[in-house]
């Protein structure tokens, strides 16, 4: 089981980055998958996550109505579309899933049993 995540750079204010998450090992019709970001300094947080059984999403107050998660499941692939950047968005983003379950809440608000490898993401003029 492997996701890895890329798309990742440095953007300025008010810019749009695609981030996207390949996944081996599963296919994407029923685990719970996301992204997860980490700030310096801070602890990492669940921002977008969608159920791969049901398409239901959950977003943190912090990026709602900015982020949007997506799949491709003949792709194997996860997106997260990410509008409107501001500095506060610079972190390391990483998707994540849980294998067990497919609640979109549940993994933003856990700890994913599987981690992909972390692409930076840097707002700034």
């Known amino acids: 089981v492997q996701l890895q995540a890329s798309g990742g750079g440095l953007v300025q204010p008010g810019g749009s980055l695609r981030l996207s998450c390949v996944v081996t090992?599963?296919?994407?019709?029923?685990?719970?998958i996301g992204w997860f970001r980490q700030a310096p300094g801070k602890e990492r947080e669940g921002v977008s996550c969608l159920s791969t059984l049901n398409d239901i999403t959950h977003y943190s107050d912090s990026v709602k109505g900015q982020f949007t998660v997506s799949r491709d499941a003949a792709k194997n692939t996860v997106y997260l579309q990410m509008d409107n950047l501001r500095p506060k968005d610079t972190a390391v983003y990483y998707c994540?899933?849980?294998?067990?379950?497919?609640?979109?809440?549940?993994?933003?608000?856990?700890?994913?049993?599987?981690w992909g490898q972390g692409t930076q993401v840097t707002v700034s003029s």
């Open positions: 090992g599963f296919t994407l019709d029923r685990p719970a």
């Open positions: 994540g899933a849980d294998l067990s379950h497919s609640s979109s809440y549940a993994l933003c608000n856990s700890h994913p049993s599987t």
